[in-house]
T-cell receptor
Framework: DSGVTQTPKHLITATGQRVTLRCSPR?????VYWYQQSLDQGLQFLIQ???????AKGNILERFSAQQFPDLHSELNLSSLELGDSALYFC?????????FGQGTRLTVV | GQQLNQSPQSMFIQEGEDVSMNCTSS?????WLWYKQDPGEGPVLLIA?????ELTSNGRLTAQFGITRKDSFLNISASIPSDVGIYFC??????????????FGQGTILTVHP
């Protein structure tokens, strides 16, 4: 158990809808990362937050947004969903250098 | 931005064989991390390397931080079926993960035949 909790584990939704993925980092970790992994693809960095502030941004679509709350949990919001958004979405947290991943949310857009 | 080139992309080996994979970068990294991902699961940290030249073991796994700080190697000895998965190298931007994204290699898909 990495200590990083992601909910829900699975999500099936229709095109055009909006969903929110939630991540609770390890106790004490200030950094939260979001990654997208499509079938047979590597880990694509989306965005990083550090202590509530956006720290780094990757190839995140404008339809996607994220935030980190005062209690350090983070949410990734995906809107106007398309079939191609179907993927595994991972959250990771870190204190200094080593990042620990959650189990992921498998999003299926139908 | 920083990129990590991981090779080989995939490996098919027999149980009991040793495995070697590597990761290279055009930029210097101060830390190298190696992860394993089982199908449908999140990546799990296997080994972390912090100093150039460092050699670290974790059971049958051994990883090395290259002297130039631009590469790293992961070796798996006497492979077993549960070694199957995707292995990723990763490195944080300068300043550590608190200062920017963790860059990942493309992954090495390992298949072990019994």
């Amino acid at each position: 158990d990495s200590g990083v909790t992601q909910t829900p584990k699975h999500l099936i939704t229709a095109t055009g809808q909006r969903v929110t993925l939630r991540c609770s980092p390890r106790s004490g970790d200030l950094s939260v990362y979001w990654y997208q992994q499509s079938l047979d693809q590597g880990l694509q960095f989306l965005i990083q937050y550090y202590n509530g502030e956006e720290r780094a941004k990757g190839n995140i679509l404008e339809r996607f947004s994220a935030q980190q709350f005062p209690d350090l949990h983070s949410e990734l919001n995906l809107s106007s969903l398309e079939l191609g958004d179907s993927a595994l979405y991972f959250c990771a947290s870190s204190a200094l250098t080593e990042a620990f991943f959650g189990q992921g949310t498998r999003l299926t857009v139908v | 931005g920083q990129q990590l080139n991981q090779s080989p992309q995939s490996m098919f080996i027999q149980e009991g064989e040793d495995v070697s994979m590597n990761c290279t970068s055009s930029s210097i990294f101060n830390t190298w991390l190696w992860y394993k991902q089982d199908p449908g699961e999140g990546p799990v940290l296997l080994i972390a390397l912090y100093k150039a030249g460092e050699l670290t073991s974790n059971g049958r796994l051994t990883a090395q931080f290259g002297i130039t700080r631009k590469d790293s190697f992961l070796n798996i000895s006497a492979s077993i079926p549960s070694d199957v998965g995707i292995y990723f190298c990763a490195g944080p931007n300068a300043g550590g993960t608190s200062y920017g994204k963790l860059t990942f290699g493309q992954g090495t898909i390992l298949t072990v035949h019994p």
